[in-house]
């Protein structure tokens, strides 16, 4: 079996190689995203391997097939990137990583909304140039707190255990309810009427794409914290803009974005951006961007390369796909 993955990183190359070592599949290792005009560098590749922001779009899949690909193997958990029910129509299953570390995201949505009521960033540039003055750093208390949790899945019931940690209330919406003692589950105009911090863990549909827009903003509490470490565009980020400049939020932390592709993890340190949304947010005093980082553990990029290749195996073997996307 012969693998084609794009997008890769340095970091991509390490761990994929790591496990390898087990399975002893040919890997090639490409740097382009996968898209309608990559896509012809998987020729003589038995399987792809894409990641969150390559376009796996009809006229992408059309190459794929024509160029003898068998199999899409998505190392994220996302699937919003890639048309799955034309892939299956022309004989090419789609499959996935559910759950590689739910931790790493939790975990970095958690220090993102720490570095974002304690303002940490500013305390930093502060004492790097030796100015050790407290004014303007009074941040607020996580303890007692009501958090509201967007999705209730691996990810957000990680969450859900660390605001418990902090002695947060936690109110949740989710369609698909699950039991989590200590937590209260309600409809989402009420959590976000109440919510102190609202936290998005869910995957992005057609149904949520813009869940967080002007009307869900304005009920929310104009000292409300939003963090998004999920998917970018169930935000409207041009929405999000609007209040934060009314001060209709106080703040906003963000690991993803909705037009991030071509823009997270690249180098545009020389060339700045052309995204003058993004560029806004950025340089907002109570605004944090991070680059789509929350799954960069090195657990959870171990994960990401077993799972993958176990998912690789299963379809080698003619066995049942069980992370197949249907």
Known sequence: MKIALFDTKSYDKEHFEAVNKGYGYDIEYL???????????????????PFVNCTVDRAAIDSLKENGVKLIALRSAGFNNTDYNYAASVGIPVVRVPAYSPHAVAEHSFALLLALVRKLTHAY??????????????????????????????????AIDIAKGFGMKVLAYDPYPAAIEGVEYTDLDTLLSQSDVVSLYCPLTNENR????????????????LINTS????????????????????????????????????????????????????????????????????????????????????????????????
């Open 31 to 49: 740097t382009p995203e996968l898209n309608s005009h990559t896509a012809v560098l998987a020729k003589g590749a038995d399987v792809v391997c």
């Open 125 to 158: 540039v502060r004492t790097r140039e030796f100015n050790f003055s407290l004014s303007g750093l009074a941040g607020i208390d996580l303890y007692e707190k009501t958090m509201g949790v967007i999705g209730t899945g691996r990810i957000g019931r990680a």
């Open 210 to 225: 813009h869940l967080i827009n002007k009307a869900t903003i304005d009920a929310m509490k104009d000292t409300a914290y």
């Open 231 to 326: 998917r970018g565009a169930l935000i409207d980020s041009e929405a999000l803009l609007d209040a934060l400049k009314e001060r209709k939020l106080g703040g906003a932390a963000l690991d993803v974005y909705e037009e991030e592709a071509g823009i997270f993890y690249t180098d545009q340190s020389d060339t700045g951006i052309e995204d003058d949304t993004l560029a806004r947010l950025i340089s907002m005093p109570n605004v944090i961007i991070t680059s789509h980082q929350g799954y960069l553990t090195k657990e959870a990029l171990s994960a990401i390369s077993r799972t993958t290749l176990d998912n690789i195996r299963e379809f080698e073997e003619g066995k049942p796909l069980t992370n197949q996307v249907k």
